[in-house]
Structure formats: structure tokens, C-alpha cells
């Protein structure tokens, strides 16, 4: 992860609101999303930062590092829609993770689509800061082409290319 992420666990970690909780339209929002999902605070010892963080660009490419055989390449997206946010691309396989950089909403479960749709009443938005969040998903589609790359969003069902 981003050691942008790496921070935001670890202020879960002190009992202290995450970035997205530290603004008060989002926190109850997130709060129930922890609650129906059964969260659970990550270990901070299993985790390992890779990259740096470069904020301002919608998309840099940060690190590399190879997991279990797989080259993955690591982009910083510019925060848009969280801090820390990262895409990881797999070029021999043609797999890009996104992350909630780009979400299929089209392949969200039924219950999935149900809790989404409380979000306009809970939040002002999903993104932190969404001009920049859609400048970060129009790179990553810019950089990884949908009609070559498959597409592993945040949220809803793996996005095949576009034929």
C-alpha cells in the first residue's frame, strides 16, 4: 500500500477518525459501512508501503514489486476519491486494481446497489474531491485501455475488455 494508506491505518489503529471520517458530512456514512460489513481493524505489522506519495497528479507511476510471480506495477492516484489511493497493473496479464478509482456500478450486487443509494442522504458525495476524482478515473482509463485491460474496480463485478 501507499504510505498515504499506510497513515490512514494507522489513525484507525489509534482509535482516531480516518481520513474520509476526519470530514463530519462522511463519518456517519463510513461508520455504518463498518458497522454492516463487520470491519476489522488491519494489522499494522502484516502491512508493507511501497511507492511514495505524489499528490497533485492524477496518476504516477510510483513502485514496482513482484507478488507471487506477478509483476505489479504501482500507480499513486491524486486523491480524489481517498487519500492513499493506489492502481496496481499486471501488463503480461492485462489486469489493472483500481481500487474505488473505478467502480462498476452496472455489476454491484443487488444489496450492494441498495446500501449505495443511502449515500446521497448520508454524504455529500463518495469522493473526497470529486473534479480530482474524475480527472484520477479518466488517466487510469487514458493509461490502461478498457478495450485491452481487464478491470478489477473497488466495488461491483471484474470489468472485461471492451470488444
Do not use: W
Amino acid at each position: 500500500m501507499s504510505p498515504e494508506a499506510y497513515r490512514n491505518f494507522a489513525l484507525e489503529n489509534l482509535s482516531e477518525p480516518n481520513f474520509r471520517e476526519q470530514n463530519a458530512l462522511h463519518a456517519p456514512y463510513c461508520r455504518i459501512s463498518k458497522i454492516l460489513s463487520g470491519y476489522v481493524l488491519p494489522n499494522m505489522h502484516m502491512l508493507e508501503t511501497v511507492g511514495e506519495d505524489i499528490i497533485g497528479d492524477p496518476l504516477v507511476r510510483t513502485g514496482s514489486f513482484t507478488f507471487h510471480g506477478l509483476e505489479l506495477e504501482l500507480y499513486a492516484g491524486n486523491g480524489g476519491h481517498n487519500r492513499g489511493e493506489i492502481v496496481l497493473c499486471d501488463r503480461k496479464n492485462r489486469i489493472v486494481y483500481t481500487g474505488d478509482i473505478v467502480v462498476n456500478i452496472r455489476g454491484f450486487s443487488k444489496e450492494q446497489a441498495a446500501f449505495n443509494a443511502l449515500a446521497p442522504y448520508l454524504m455529500t458525495s463518495v469522493n473526497m474531491d470529486s473534479p480530482r476524482a474524475t480527472e484520477e478515473r479518466l488517466a487510469v482509463q487514458s493509461a490502461f485501455n478498457p478495450k485491452i485491460f481487464s478491470y478489477c474496480p473497488g466495488h461491483g463485478a471484474i470489468m472485461e475488455p471492451k470488444k
